[in-house]
């Protein structure tokens, strides 16, 4: 018997224990509503002392090229000696999907909330945009490396040396099925009754 497709939107909690990311992405990225409805998401995510660290630079079409360029650029100021595959593969990471959103914190001196908790807000950002993409039929996958760190490419999308980039998030349409792993919740799972012997 065929199973009945999904209708889109999903529900919550359907949307976060169905997710996962997709082997491949293509055209069609999320429309200009869709995107508006994950960004928004990506806005509701949990911030200590609601500064919005999140920053989000979205870039599709052509833009995706020259960020290929610059990646590549950035690879090999870093490796002077890297082969040219090595650079070839860089500059293609773009158009792996339609559409990025590289999902950053603009960071900044705050008594109660350290930059740590900056970082992990923008990281519940960008969980919020995989879950929401996926609640609205579309795929995404998140990324980092060493671009990710790199002060050339955070130049190039117009952030300062101490923000930092949480992910390139890349968001499009699944070119084929997305298997779900089994999740095995109990391996990650203790109930704490009061105080334990530190573990080696």
Do not use: C
């Amino acid at each position: 018997m065929t199973p009945e497709p999904r209708r889109f939107p999903l529900d919550a909690i359907e949307a976060l224990t169905t997710r996962a990311s997709p082997a491949g992405l293509t055209a069609p990225a999320p429309d200009a509503s869709a995107l508006d409805a994950m960004l928004r998401a990506a806005v509701r995510a949990p911030d200590h002392g609601r500064l919005r660290p999140w920053r989000f630079i979205v870039i599709d079409g052509d833009a995706r090229i020259a960020l290929g360029d610059a990646l590549a650029q950035a690879l090999h100021a870093r490796e002077p000696n890297a082969a040219e595959a090595a650079i070839a593969k860089e500059r293609a990471k773009p158009l792996r999907a339609p559409l990025i959103i590289v999902v950053a914190a603009k960071l900044r001196e705050h008594r109660g909330v350290p930059a740590v908790e900056q970082i992990i807000a923008a990281g519940a950002a960008a969980q919020n945009i995989l879950v929401a993409a996926h609640a609205l039929g579309y795929g995404a996958f998140w990324r980092t490396g060493a671009a990710a760190y790199d002060d050339r490419v955070k130049r190039t999308l117009g952030l300062a040396p101490d923000d930092a980039i949480v992910g390139f998030v890349y968001v499009g349409t699944p070119n084929g099925a997305t298997p779900v792993p089994a999740a095995d919740v109990d391996a990650h799972v203790t109930r704490w009754t009061g105080p334990m012997e530190a573990s080696s």
